[in-house]
């Protein structure tokens, strides 16, 4: 099944067909897939970056700001609710005006509200400028994705998309690194300052390489009440993974809000079968293998957002380790992911998606049930292993469902279906924080009162009790100033054992997820529609 293609070869609204893959290449560098795909990962980089480089600058900016434990989770929480609210609509957007000037917006706004939140004096300038980032971001990450399939012909679009996912992969992972050194030795400021050279160096690249794709059925009306209705939904659902553990799973407010997004899925859905030119076709997951796609980002990111979240903790709080050094240790992970992202892609484009996605569920279980068996007293190589397991498990899954999601959906619709991947990753973290995190409470609620008392120390009235309880849960000893030494070692030792309980069980959780991702891997097939976008360009 193929398309007719249009391209604005300079951005200036002339648009001349496509040139199928085997015809005679265009001269320079504009539109040159490659050259495409390295300026889509500089942009696509800063969003991924921010994604986890901030968690290491938020009490840096609590203390310098006077800023409050809740104005710190709005730091992170409006990021993420402002990009998982805003992806599909952003995606739909560049399919209507052409995912390079989409891209080029979104990178330029990301850039200067990352500056704007370096030269912000209060918390609440830096809220709203990390809600605009994430606006900015939902803009860029579709685009990004809908440029590639218009750019490469189907043969080398599993190998970008590896490439792609190394650079999110790697940007995920590597945050914690960066922002280490970053607030170590500079600044708090520097950890945002620093996208404003990276965005300078995409958009310039942006302007120079990139042509604007678009499909000959690209829609040419919004469908206004679906955006409302289907945004609201997005808000209600992670807005209650976000508040889940403060608020509590069995909490009226919780409910009310897993409610109301099931309430308004079910009528966007309605609405969406009745409206002339939808957000997103229901027609679309009729492909059994698309919606495998999507079901498959949702757990492969429980899993690893999930996992990742108490592994820093884990690091950090148990071993004592600095952020820089506990990103140290996270490099396995990082190295088998930008290692084996372009392999899984390759590996795609002999084989077909299924055998590396099954392959890669797999392996993300047997890495996941690995760090379940983590002591405090583990060591380094041990360590290592399993994270360099789990990052040779995420590779292709990150790089399989992409290609079966946006290969199984037609050109016109590559911004929409970006944005599916994406928000399904989105949701995949928020739920595998919350869902993991309330498995953490549950243990350690379980289990802490039973150690204590086992250990002989003394005992702790309900206040007390709830109070170590929320300290154990990521790993730090509830030792009041001025106790003895032999009894704050025997509390160091109940709250890391009583911590390393929960992990243990939540990473089983997690593995259990990954099992059965590994079955919905079976349904996945190569995608029916990637022909129809790539060959711009002759490789």
């Not at 968690?55 to 990009?83: E, H």
């Not at 650079?167 to 170590?184: C, D, F, M």
């Not at 993974?241 to 099931?262: M, R, Y």
Request: glycine share 12%; aromatic share 8%.
């Amino acid at each position: 099944m193929t398309s007719q293609t249009t391209i604005d070869t300079a951005g200036s609204g002339d648009k001349a067909p496509v040139t199928p893959s085997g015809a005679t290449p265009a001269k320079g560098l504009r539109g040159h897939p490659w050259f495409t795909l390295i300026t889509v990962a500089v942009g696509v980089m800063m969003v991924a970056l921010d994604g986890t480089i901030v968690a290491i600058a938020n009490p840096a900016i609590q203390k310098d700001l006077n800023a409050s434990f809740a104005d710190v989770q709005w730091i992170t929480n409006g990021y993420f609710l402002a990009l998982a609210v805003c992806l599909i609509t952003a995606g739909k957007l560049g399919d209507r005006f052409g995912h390079r000037q989409t891209f080029l917006i979104g990178v330029v706004g990301f850039a200067a509200a990352s500056g704007a939140i370096g030269l912000s004096s209060s918390i609440a300038l830096v809220i709203v400028f990390r809600v605009l980032q994430g606006l900015f971001g939902a803009l860029l990450m579709p685009a990004a994705l809908g440029l590639l399939r218009a750019t490469f012909p189907a043969e080398k679009l599993n190998m970008a998309i590896g490439i792609w996912g190394m650079v999110i992969g790697a940007s995920t992972a590597g945050g914690p690194i960066l922002g280490g050194v970053l607030v170590e030795h500079v600044n708090w400021q520097s950890v945002f300052f620093i996208n404003v050279p990276v965005g300078v160096l995409a958009v310039a690249l942006g302007v120079w390489i990139l042509l604007d794709h678009r499909a000959e059925k690209a829609p040419r009306s919004f469908d206004i009440v679906g955006i409302v209705v289907l945004s609201v939904a997005m808000f209600c659902l992670v807005w209650a993974l976000i508040k889940a553990p403060e608020w509590g799973w069995g909490d009226g407010k919780t409910w009310l809000f897993l409610v109301l997004s099931v309430g308004l899925f079910i009528g966007f859905a309605l609405w969406e079968t009745k409206v002339r030119e939808p957000l997103i076709p229901l027609a679309l997951f009729r492909s059994v293998s698309l919606s495998a796609g999507v079901v498959l980002m949702v757990l492969m990111a429980i899993a690893f957002m999930g996992g990742l979240f108490f592994v820093t903790f884990y690091l950090q709080n148990v071993h004592g380790m600095s952020p820089v050094d506990a990103g140290l240790h996270l490099l396995p992970l990082t190295g088998m992911m930008i290692v084996g992202s372009p392999l899984a892609g390759a590996a795609i484009t002999k084989l077909g998606p299924r055998v590396p996605l099954v392959a890669g569920m797999a392996f993300t279980a047997l890495a996941m049930y690995g760090i379940s068996t983590l002591e405090t007293d583990t060591g380094s190589g041990m360590m290592s292993l399993w994270f360099a397991l789990l990052g040779l498990g995420l590779a292709p899954v990150m790089v399989g469902a992409t290609e079966v999601i946006v290969g199984n959906a037609p050109m016109e619709l590559s911004g929409v279906a970006g944005g599916l991947q994406q928000s399904a990753m989105q949701i995949g973290g928020s739920l595998g924080t919350a869902v993991l995190g309330a498995v953490m409470a549950s243990k350690v609620d379980s289990d802490l009162p039973g150690n204590w008392a086992d250990a002989g120390l003394p005992p702790l009235t309900p206040e007390q009790a709830d109070q170590a309880s929320e300290a154990v849960q990521v790993g730090v000893a509830p030792v009041e100033q001025g106790t003895p030494d032999q009894i704050a070692a025997q509390i160091t030792g109940v709250a890391h054992d009583t911590f390393i309980s929960g992990m243990s069980l939540a990473s089983l959780t997690a593995a259990g997820v990954a099992v059965v991702a590994v079955a919905v891997a079976f349904l996945a097939k190569r995608g029916e529609n990637a022909d129809a976008g790539g060959g711009a360009v002759h490789i």
